[in-house]
């Protein structure tokens, strides 16, 4: 874990990030990104997201640790990815509060560090929408997920209606440099499908203002042909 972080911000540096992106990235957008991440609004929904989770979960781009709390009881061990070090920091105290024992295990989606068909379940909140190969990460969540396992989703993403997403792909370009690299326009469930998952339960709507970073997913998924 400490090897992959300087091996990640080496990476950063010789890429040529300014000192003042690499502030940004580090140490701003973390912050900004758990007070937005943190809305009350969002906490029902998240709840939503999460119920039917059990056993060892995984969690994807675990961010400051909003959905600790609200977890149900049937979670025993949760397993999370995080690049952003300073956003593990964030989630210290809530981690510290959590029921059951949380173990940071990589930096990031596409490559997961755990064997095939080791866990029960997946949790990805608000973090398909930034993940730069979304693709390989469900290729991983597939792989890890236990025959029969579930992903669970929170995203926004691709909205339904002409005029908002023609909004969502000219936001696009300025979004990702605010944000980290968030897409306003990912189609969340044609993600999910084209990766090889079939939908349980999906949900779809838009909530609040702005339209363009509004339009949300809920869906639990399975992988159709789980690995064996
Ligand atoms: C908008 S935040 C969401 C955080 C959290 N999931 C939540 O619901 O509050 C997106 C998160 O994805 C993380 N992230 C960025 N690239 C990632 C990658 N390649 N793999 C996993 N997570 C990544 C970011 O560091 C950030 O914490």
């Known amino acids: ?17 300014s000192r003042f992106s690499k502030y940004y990235t580090e140490r701003v957008l973390p912050v900004a990104i758990d007070r937005m991440c943190g809305t009350k609004a969002f906490r029902p929904h998240r709840r939503d997201t999460l119920a039917g989770t059990h ?4 969690e994807i781009g675990f961010g400051s640790g909003h959905n600790l709390a609200l977890y149900p009881a049937s979670v025993q061990r949760l397993l ?34 755990l064997d095939d068909g080791s866990v029960d379940c997946v949790v990805s909140t608000f973090t398909l929408c930034t993940i730069p190969d979304a693709g390989a990460a469900l290729r991983e969540i597939s792989r890890v997920l236990v025959a029969g396992g579930t992903l669970h989703v929170l995203e926004h993403g691709l909205a339904e ?5 023609r909004w969502q792909h000219r936001l696009d370009p300025l979004q990702q440099r605010l944000a980290g690299g968030c897409h306003l326009n990912r189609h969340v469930s044609s993600m999910l499908t084209e990766a090889g998952f079939d939908v349980i339960e999906m949900q779809r709507w838009s909530e609040g203002r702005p339209k363009s970073h509004t339009a949300m997913t809920r869906a639990v998924v399975t992988p159709a042909h789980p690995l064996t």
């Open 161 to 165: 209606d002409d005029k908002t997403q």
């Open 55 to 58: 056993g060892t979960v995984l």
């Open 80 to 113: 999370v990815v995080e690049p952003s070090e300073r956003a593990v920091e964030l989630a210290r105290e809530r981690t510290a509060r959590a029921p059951f024992p949380v173990e940071v295990i990589g930096l990031n989606g596409e490559t997961l560090p």
């Open 1 to 17: 874990m400490l090897l992959g972080l300087s091996v990640s911000r080496h990476v950063a540096d010789s890429a040529g990030m």
